[in-house]
């Protein structure tokens, strides 16, 4: 099974089995969304309580969806048996024919991965990340298949959110990116070709300074939490308000793309330091039940 095709004859209809790394809010809703798609799927953290958490999160989030009559409850059933969490590496990867790399936003962290993963996966895996900002090219390097390495980013919450950004890194070749806007399209997304690989991709170079710039308001003194979000939720008409999805996302993904923007494109993308107080209080949105609102109480009405 390891060497079945060489990657570029690769199709659509040879992708069975991925494999998600990461079971964090990403990974395990990408997993959710692979799995829904009917793929085999395997998501693999580096701790048991953190895979089982995902798999747990899954769980949930496919009773939502069939409460909703989104999908039924047969529908649910089936994808949660298609997800195996895992902490060996080895094991989670030996079948892969596609990888979705979801480990923390952080240059070092993500590099360790890819060697480590290099060194178990298949030769005709193909590798992508969900970095939110990093650069696709620099990542891609750490590996010995750089051009069959890509950006696969999902918006938070996966199973919501319809956009996909397939981001072509410097050595990415075009059956790379056709073989996974085709894997993106399965999933029922729609995937947007990302050219140029800049730090933040399109979407977060637009959304991160939103967030920014609204804690930059507070900070100042200038409005309030409350009056911020209901300007940019009712007014500007974003489905949530600036605040809101800075929970949503996790305070400290916004930061470290933040950080990384800063580093490369310059001041203008200095992180407030509201952010940074937020991510050394470990107050870091709905995941740790706390951040701009209140969750503890299931509720997201309290601004703090
Ligand atoms: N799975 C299943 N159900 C979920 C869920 C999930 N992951 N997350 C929330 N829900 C449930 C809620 O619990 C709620 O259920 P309840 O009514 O029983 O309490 C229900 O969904 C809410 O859904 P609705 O359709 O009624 O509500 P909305 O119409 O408000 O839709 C939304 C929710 C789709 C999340 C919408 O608010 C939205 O689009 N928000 C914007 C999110 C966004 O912009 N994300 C991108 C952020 S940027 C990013 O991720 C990039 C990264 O790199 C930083």
Redesign the pocket.
């Known amino acids: 099974n390891r060497h079945r095709f060489d990657a570029s004859d690769m199709k659509l209809d040879d992708v069975e089995h991925i494999t998600v790394l990461g079971a964090g809010n990403m990974g395990h ?1 990408i997993a959710e969304v692979a799995a829904l798609a009917g793929y085999d799927v395997r998501m693999r953290d580096i701790k048991e309580e953190f895979v089982q958490d995902g798999y747990e999160q899954i769980e949930w ?1 496919l009773g ?2 069939a409460e909703k009559d989104r999908i039924s409850q047969e529908e649910a059933d089936e994808a949660l048996e298609r997800v195996t969490p895992l902490v060996d590496l080895e094991s989670a990867v030996e079948d892969a024919d596609v990888v979705i790399e979801a480990v923390p936003e952080k240059m070092e962290i993500k590099r360790d991965v890819y060697e480590e993963l290099e060194e178990y996966a298949p030769e005709h895996t193909v590798f992508t990340s969900n970095t ?1 900002s990093l650069s696709i090219t620099d990542l891609s390097e750490v590996t010995e298949r750089p051009e069959r390495f890509c950006g696969m ?1 999902f ?3 996966p ?3 319809d956009l996909v950004e397939v981001i072509s890194g410097g050595h990415t070749d075009d059956e790379t990116l056709d073989l996974i806007e085709e894997l993106a399209e399965s999933m029922d997304k729609t995937p947007v070709r990302v050219r140029k690989d800049s730090p933040g991709f399109i ?2 170079r637009v ?1 991160v300074p939103l967030m920014n710039e609204a804690a930059w308001i507070v900070e100042m003194g200038d409005a309030t939490v409350a009056e911020v979000d209901s300007t940019t939720k009712f007014d500007i008409g974003l ?2 308000g600036a605040f809101e ?1 800075a929970d ?2 996790g305070i400290d ?2 930061y470290h ?1 933040l950080e990384y923007m800063h580093d490369q494109l310059g001041d203008a993308y200095e992180p407030c330091p509201v952010l940074v107080e937020k991510v050394e209080a470990e107050e870091l949105g709905k995941k740790t039940g706390k951040g701009f609102y209140d969750y503890e109480d299931g509720g997201a009405d309290v601004p703090t």
């Open positions: 809703g989030s939502k969806l939110s980013h918006f938070n919450p199973v919501r959110m979407v977060n959304l489905p949530m999805l949503q996302v993904v916004g793309v």
